[in-house]
């Protein structure tokens, strides 16, 4: 697709449960970043990839959340042992560098 | 930490009114995003703006960005129903860092 992708739309997981969620991004953006978003609010910076490296990881709540990108193309942000704080609409966005970003429609996260 | 503050958090007009929504830091940034985002959907860009003082019009639309490059306004003339969505603001600070405002949503009311 031209877009950046986003799966699942929709997660359900019961508390301390882990959860991966994906993201696509548009073909030959080089940067990719994941943002949380609560209650339809501002969004909160967790993570950006260069390629495959993360030089900025600064925004990761706590070490129950981590992120991997491989081949310069498709991420998953993991979540371990899921709290209820954790609820929350996760976007991704890629974009060439120094370009704005584009993003995806998001993982609506629900902690049961 | 929190940098970018949106006011109003919340805002419902009638069609056919005037707004102006604001996006205020203590930080410098490099250049100033505005976003609309419709439920269930991500945020889409309506401008960029990098010099200090610009004002940029897209349609109805004037985005402007203050003289010291901390602070943006949103200003809608005539809001229609089809404006109604959460509007954000997001700064950058060098190459690839976004920080994002706390977002205003606007409703207009036909």
Same mark, same amino acid.
């Given at each position: ?30 940067? &990719?970043?994941?943002? +949380? ?8 910076? !967790? ?5 495959? /490296?993360? $030089? ?20 998953? &942000?993991?979540?371990? +042992? ?8 996760? !976007? ?5 560098? /120094?370009? $704005? ?12 | ?110």
């Amino acid at each position: 697709g031209a877009g950046v992708s986003q799966s699942p739309s929709n997660k359900v997981t019961e508390k301390g449960k882990d959860v991966e969620l994906r993201c696509d991004p548009i073909s030959g953006h080089t940067a &990719l970043y994941w943002y +949380r978003q609560s209650l339809g609010q501002g969004l909160e910076f !967790l993570i950006y990839f260069q390629g495959n /490296s993360a $030089p900025d990881k600064s925004g990761l709540p706590s070490d129950r959340f981590s992120a991997e990108r491989t081949g310069g193309s498709v991420s998953t &942000l993991t979540i371990q +042992r899921t709290q209820q704080e954790d609820s929350a609409v996760y !976007l991704c966005a890629s974009s060439r560098l /120094s370009s $704005p970003l584009h993003f995806g429609n998001g993982t609506r996260l629900t902690v049961t | 930490t929190q940098l970018l503050e949106q006011s109003p958090q919340f805002l419902s007009i009638q069609e056919g009114e005037n707004l102006t929504v604001y996006c205020n830091s203590s930080s410098v940034f490099s250049s100033l995003q505005w976003y609309r985002q419709e439920p269930g959907e991500g945020p889409v860009l309506l401008v960029t703006v990098v010099t200090g003082g610009e004002v940029k019009k897209l349609k109805r639309l004037t985005f402007q960005f203050g003289d010291a490059r901390k602070d943006s306004s949103l200003h809608i003339t005539a809001a229609q129903p089809g404006d109604t969505g959460l509007y954000l603001c997001a700064g950058a600070q060098g190459t690839y860092k976004y920080i994002f405002g706390t977002g205003t949503r606007l409703k207009v009311l036909a």
